[in-house]
Nanobody
Framework: QVQLVESGGSLVQAGGSLRLSCVTS????????MGWFRQAPGKEREFVAA????????DYTDSVKGRFTISRDNTKNTVNLQMNSLKPEDTAVYYC?????????????????WGQGTQVTVSS
């Protein structure tokens, strides 16, 4: 069983930056593609970014391209999400997910393991 723990969420002003981290345990980290998803109040969960096993592929939803960067450190079993130029519409609970996937996918259902989430609030 893989456990994921997110951290780094906070309240920040529009235009600011945050760095989310997700530490995993209980599995072989390099077996898993990693993704970040978010869910705003009253909205469905949505894909944010994903990264392949050895970071050879990355994918981003259009609304965060050029502002967010996903990375992973396979020596520390960690995946990060650097978020710059934050906007109020980025406000959500952000979830880290791990999937035993041959390639990165945007479908949340493809990811087997999930963290508890970390709150990001961007004030205008």
């Amino acid at each position: 069983q893989v456990q994921l723990v997110e951290s780094g969420g906070s309240l920040v002003q529009a235009g600011g930056s945050l760095r989310l981290s997700c530490v995993t345990s209980g599995g072989t980290f390099t077996n898993y593609a990693m993704g970040w998803f978010r869910q705003a109040p009253g909205k469905e969960r949505e894909f944010v970014a994903a990264i392949s096993l050895y970071a050879t592929s990355r994918d981003y939803t259009d609304s965060v391209k050029g502002r967010f960067t996903i990375s992973r450190d396979n020596t520390k079993n960690t995946v990060n999400l650097q978020m710059n130029s934050l906007k109020p519409e980025d406000t959500a609970v952000y979830y880290c997910a791990a999937g035993y996937l041959p390639r990165i996918l945007r479908r949340g259902e493809a990811y087997e393991f999930w963290g508890q989430g970390t709150q990001v609030t961007v004030s205008s």
